[in-house]
């Protein structure tokens, strides 16, 4: 499976990928460079069965995360707005800013759905255009596929009401739609990039909330070696890094259910009591100095 990395740009998408695949966060990520990371899933019956029968070797499903490039947007075509590579991704993964960093307050409701649009939007043009070029080969009296045109028009009728396309499994799966690379269509995650100090899920206005991920934490631990990764984690008051179950930030709808909770994309906290401790109580931590503020790509 592949999924992409997306949003508006200063989410932190970038900042989350290099978590998620253990790497040095370059801040000098130019207009032409994509980053692609292959990860494996944690899965408890796959350790349990390999266990058991002792295998020569044991190979777990794996994931392959894409950080596009930004995309080189042509003003004539609103769908040039987004990076091609969305649409080669079994699944897309939405990075929401949730955090200032020098970029302004953050408006997260409003951020996505500034971005339910754009997917909307390239939607709404493609199939669009298909439509056109099915009634101008009818006008020259050539055949259409009429299951195509059918799919179509029930598509066009969904988006011109504000709505993504993957609430029906049809537009997902059918193989006459494979070429379109739909973007509504597509499974959807959204994660939430919050501020250090803020481990809530912010208002999205959805009926689920979203993943929450600390990525500026996450990419300060992939820089750093074994044994300062756990005093790091140690001061901070942290049990566990997404570097150590990267399997992602979550699972795509439509996937079967995991059998242990998905791997969190954000370091977890223990708990003194029922909520959880911010890290930003730790004032006198003394990696403090080496902490450096970053603007996420």
């Not at 481990?199 to 074994?226: C, F, K, M, N, Y």
């Amino acid at each position: 499976m592949r999924l992409a990395l997306c949003g508006l740009p200063g989410a932190g998408k970038s900042t989350l990928f290099a978590a998620l695949a253990g790497r040095k966060l370059t801040g000098d990520k130019g207009s032409d460079q994509a980053g692609t990371d292959i990860l494996p899933v944690p899965d408890q019956r796959v350790d349990k069965l390999s266990a058991l029968f002792n295998p020569k070797k044991t190979t777990h499903a794996q994931i392959t995360y894409l950080d596009p490039a930004p995309a080189l947007a042509k003003p004539e075509d609103p769908t040039t707005r987004l990076p091609p590579e969305l649409r080669q991704c079994e699944g897309l993964i939405e990075v929401v800013r949730n955090f200032d960093a020098g970029l302004g307050a953050p408006n997260p409701k409003g951020d996505h759905a500034a971005f339910g649009d754009e997917l909307l939007l390239n939607d709404l043009i493609t199939v669009e255009r298909r439509l056109e070029r099915m009634a101008g080969e009818r006008q020259r009296g050539r055949k259409v596929d009429q299951e195509e045109q059918s799919l179509c028009e029930q598509a066009l009728v969904i988006l011109e009401d504000n709505r993504p396309l993957r609430g029906d499994r049809v537009f997902m799966d059918h193989p006459k739609l494979k070429g379109f690379g739909l973007l509504t269509a597509r499974p959807l995650i959204v994660v939430a990039n919050n501020a250090e100090d803020d481990p809530a899920p912010p208002d999205l206005g959805t009926p689920e909330p979203p993943v929450v991920v600390r990525a500026a934490i996450e990419a300060d631990l992939a820089e750093l070696g074994d044994e300062e990764r756990a005093e790091f984690m140690a001061d901070l008051g942290l049990t566990e890094s997404a570097l150590e179950t990267r399997g992602g930030p979550g699972r795509c709808a439509g996937a079967p259910p995991p059998t242990r909770p998905p791997a969190s994309s954000t370091a977890t906290c223990k708990r003194a009591s029922s909520a959880p401790r911010s890290c930003a109580t730790r004032t006198s931590s003394p990696w403090a100095p080496r902490r450096r503020s970053r603007r996420p790509a």
